[in-house]
Every structure is written in C-alpha cells, then in structure tokens.
C-alpha cells in the first residue's frame, strides 16, 4: 500500500495538486487490493483524506513527503 501512495503522491507533486477526483489516480492502483484499500490511507496520520463530495480526495504533500522520509 506505500507503493501506491508513492505513486499517488509523486503524480500529484508532478501536476502541482493535492486534490482530485478517485477516477484521475485510478491508473496508479495496480490491482484489486491498492483500489479496494486506498482509502484506509485516511486512518493513517492523516496522509490522506476525503473531501466533501463522493468521489474527492487529497494527501497532505507535507505529511507524505514526512512519511516517506522516515520522519
């Protein structure tokens, strides 16, 4: 699961945005499982979270790249 948000981060750093629709980052989610448990990311330190429509989401850019860093 830290291998998709990697991806979801870095393509996210690329398009200098941190919210989008689930439908813009499907492609990152290899398989069943990363589609099915993406969004246990929001239990997670609040690396993730969903916005107020369905189908919303963001990372916080500071606390994933804090993450992936070890800190």
């Not at 200098?16 to 099915?36: M, P, S, T, W, Y």
């Not at 929001?42 to 916005?51: D, H, N, S, T």
């Amino acid at each position: 699961m830290g291998e998709a948000l990697a991806r979801v981060y870095k393509w996210c750093k690329e398009k200098g945005k941190n919210e989008f629709q689930r439908k813009e980052i499907e492609h990152l989610l290899l398989d069943v499982n990363q589609k099915a448990r993406f969004g246990d990311w929001v239990f997670f330190g609040g690396l993730a979270y969903k916005g107020e429509k369905k189908g919303d989401w963001g990372i916080n850019m500071e606390r994933c790249e804090k993450f992936f860093a070890n800190k």
